[in-house]
Structure formats: C-alpha cells, structure tokens
C-alpha cells in the first residue's frame, strides 16, 4: 500500500490490541482494460495471513 494512503485505512483493531497478524488489501476501480491496481500489506506471521486468506474466501462465499 502506498505509504501515503495508509492513514486513510481504519484500524481494524485498538492499538493496545495485541495481533498476531494484520492484512489490508485494498484496489482501484478497474480502468478502461478492465483491469484494476491491488495492493496488498500484511504484519506479522505469514502463515497465519496465509490461513486467513483461504479462510476469507469461504467467508464471502466465493
């Protein structure tokens, strides 16, 4: 994630909450090719960010 956006994103958590990871992915509207810029920044374990992601995908029922 662009270092000067990242104010612009909302704790998902209080600071004083200890976390053993945190993912931000965020994206812009598609252009023209239909194509669209994804970002994405993990913290922590990445295994565990991993996890999450294949977890998140039953989650939203994809």
Known sequence: MNPKNRHKVKPIAPKNTKKACSLVITCQEP???GNM???MTCEGDTTLAAYL???AQYYLKI
């Open 37 to 39: 810029h994804v970002e």
């Open 53 to 55: 992601l294949e977890e």
């Open 31 to 33: 252009n023209d090719d």
